[in-house]
């Protein structure tokens, strides 16, 4: 017999609970696309702030000047969004001072339309000589040191601000590196939301495969998914069936799907300019005794990942953790095949694959803050490959993951 206290408690916990209905019967994908579309861009003064910690160590390293071409860095600390091609756009951030941009006279007006801090824009005409304005920027922001440069700026821009600009040139990956590697909670935000993104759209493409579908197919699923979510950039997923599998990017061979296939599928997305990266490997029929053995060995890889990243442990022990574990089960040893023949993981942010890497000689300090995936496969050539990758942000207490892991070959994503 219920006694009026714990009546009141009964009807205490089913109003909650009636409270809770609604969100308990909200469509999950379309609150997902809403949540999408409702995302924040980084914002200017974000973006400032990180040209001021990008100035601070740049005086640390004793340089006058960063050069940053087009490309995730430009837009990372200007906001300008603009192509790699053989006219040259430009900034040179100082270590004291604004930034000055430098880009085609015709291209001005597009260059200023995503600006998003304080810079002035200097043109240059067809004719002209844009490592000259480089050289002039330099001389009129009162460079002293050598000007830093991008490891991925080409060549001929940074001989050419050589030769306009007589000045001596150093690494700026210290500074990039420095900037790009410890993500804010604005950057990590988008990162999640580009993660649930390409796992719903896994999800979605497995439920509509059938038998004769060909990669490009699966790959037209993931798009239209990942498009539908709002998410950007979804299209020519990677998508590897039963021999092609054991490849980790895959084979020219027609591969169809059938009873019993391996199928291993390897996309992402963007969301406000923030990558994911998500591979999930499941059988189209029943799994045989061989192929759920290597998937829960990789699976089992995945977890080493996670128990052995801790703040400030280097980079590549993780991939000498995973890979003791693989070759314990007789994989390897190191990259040989049968095994694991590449990194156990790479950083992500604005670009799919940037540092530092989760790979053996790697000592850069696990920090709070930075970004990963975790996608130690195995591959056996011949016969078939599994993969299993997510992305994951390091945080005082350990490893997060951004989206749910995989939890067997029959759940697999």
């Given at each position: ?68 071409e087009a490309g995730a860095s430009l837009d990372y600390f200007t906001g300008v969004r603009w192509w790699r091609s053989e006219r040259t756009t430009a900034a040179l951030i100082p270590a004291e001072g604004r930034p000055i941009i430098v880009t085609p006279a015709f291209e001005e007006p597009s260059v200023r339309e995503t600006l998003m801090v304080p810079a002035d824009v200097r043109p240059w005409n067809e004719h002209e000589s844009p490592f000259e304005r480089l050289a002039q920027a330099a001389t009129d922001l009162k460079v002293t040191g050598p000007i830093g440069i ?264």
């Amino acid at each position: 017999m219920l006694t009026p206290k714990t009546n009141r408690r009964e009807l205490m916990l089913a109003a909650l609970a009636a409270s809770a209905a609604p969100a308990a019967l909200a469509d999950p994908v379309s609150d997902l696309a809403a949540r999408v579309r409702a995302a924040v861009p980084i914002s200017g003064d974000e973006r400032q702030i990180r040209i001021a910690k990008a100035q601070k160590l740049m005086r640390e390293a004793g340089l006058g000047a960063l050069l940053v071409e087009a490309g995730a860095s430009l837009d990372y600390f200007t906001g300008v969004r603009w192509w790699r091609s053989e006219r040259t756009t430009a900034a040179l951030i100082p270590a004291e001072g604004r930034p000055i941009i430098v880009t085609p006279a015709f291209e001005e007006p597009s260059v200023r339309e995503t600006l998003m801090v304080p810079a002035d824009v200097r043109p240059w005409n067809e004719h002209e000589s844009p490592f000259e304005r480089l050289a002039q920027a330099a001389t009129d922001l009162k460079v002293t040191g050598p000007i830093g440069i991008e490891a991925t700026t080409r060549y001929y821009i940074v001989d050419g601000l050589e030769r306009a600009s007589g000045r001596k040139v150093a690494p700026g990956d210290p500074v990039v590196r420095g900037c790009r590697m410890i993500k804010s909670a604005a950057e990590l935000r988008l990162l999640e939301l580009a993660n649930a993104v390409t796992l719903e759209a896994i999800r979605k493409a497995r439920s509509g495969l059938s038998a004769g579908m060909t990669p490009h197919d699966v790959s037209e699923l993931i798009a239209g998914a990942t498009a539908a979510l709002g998410g950007k950039g979804g299209e020519g997923a990677l998508v590897l069936l039963n021999e092609a599998s054991a490849y980790p990017h895959g084979s020219i061979q027609p591969q169809t799907i059938r009873d019993g296939s391996v199928v291993l599928i390897d996309c992402g997305c963007q969301v406000q300019g923030y990558q994911s990266d998500i591979s999930r490997t499941f059988i189209f029929g029943t799994p045989s005794n061989a192929q759920r053995k290597l998937w829960d060995t990789v699976r089992r890889g995945q977890a080493i990942v996670f128990e052995t990243a801790r703040p400030g442990a280097p980079c590549g022990a993780i991939d000498d953790a995973v890979r003791a574990y693989y070759e314990a089960q007789g994989f390897g040893p190191g990259y040989r095949l049968p095994g694991l023949s590449h990194r156990t993981g790479h950083g992500i942010g604005m670009e799919g694959h940037e540092s530092p890497y989760l790979v053996r000689g790697d000592a850069t300090p696990l920090a709070p803050g930075m970004c990963f995936s975790n996608e130690p496969g195995l591959y056996i050539p011949g016969s078939f490959g599994v993969r299993l990758e997510d992305c994951w942000r390091m945080t005082e207490t350990g490893p997060q993951p951004f989206t749910p892991l995989a939890k067997s070959i029959d759940d697999p994503i």
